[in-house]
Structure formats: structure tokens, C-alpha cells
């Protein structure tokens, strides 16, 4: 199993990131995906998830309104679309296939002015 993120960056309060998960060694397609985010000192924390269709999703009332979680099964791919994006997003963001725990190795995501 290997899950690869990217997309993070240095971006202004206001402004917006797509991250990006690519999953393989494992059919993608079977299992629910998602994306967690941790800042030095604290334990991971619950950003968004969803089912393995992409039919039910869930996320965490911090990023309501703002992130939207989805996945494309052709590209065994999950996206995490962040907007209007605060400070305190700021946060390495990892992708994790939700059976067996597996996780991939962060990408930064850094708001700033």
C-alpha cells in the first residue's frame, strides 16, 4: 500500500490549495479514504472522509463550508479542495486509507500573509 500526497504550499489567509492523494497496491475503488492534518506538539486530527463511492462524506465542523473531499476510482485518486483558508489551517495534511491504517507521508500546507 502507498499513499502519496502533494499540492501542499505557502498560500495567503483567504486563498485556496487542492491537495491531492495518489493511492496504489491495493484496489482504491473498495475503500473509504481520509485526510487528516497534524501541527507540531498535537496528535492528528480528523479533517474529512469519504465512502468508498464517493456517495457519503464527513468532515470536521473547523473545515465545514470550506474543504470539500472527493475521489476519482479511475485515477486512484483523492482530493482534498481547501478554501478560504485560515492561519490556523496551517498543518502538515496526510491521506490514510481508513482499513489497516496506512497513511501517506504529508504535505505541508502553510497559511500566511
Given amino acids: 500500500v502507498q499513499l502519496a500526497e502533494s499540492g501542499g504550499g505557502l498560500v495567503q489567509p483567504g ?3 487542492r491537495l491531492s492523494c495518489a493511492a496504489s497496491g491495493f484496489t482504491f475503488e473498495d475503500y473509504k479514504m481520509s485526510w487528516y492534518r497534524q501541527v507540531p506538539g ?3 486530527e480528523f479533517v474529512a472522509s469519504i465512502t468508498w463511492s464517493g456517495d457519503a462524506v464527513d468532515y470536521a465542523d473547523s473545515v465545514k463550508g470550506r474543504f ?3 475521489r476519482d476510482n479511475a485515477k486512484n485518486t483523492v482530493y482534498l479542495q481547501m478554501n478560504s483558508l485560515k492561519p490556523e489551517d496551517t498543518a502538515v495534511y496526510y491521506c490514510k486509507r481508513n482499513a489497516g491504517s496506512y497513511w501517506g507521508q504529508g504535505t505541508q500546507v502553510t497559511v500566511s500573509s
Fill in 68 to 70: 470539500t473531499i472527493s
Fill in 42 to 44: 498535537k496528535g492528528r
Fill in 15 to 17: 486563498g485556496s490549495l
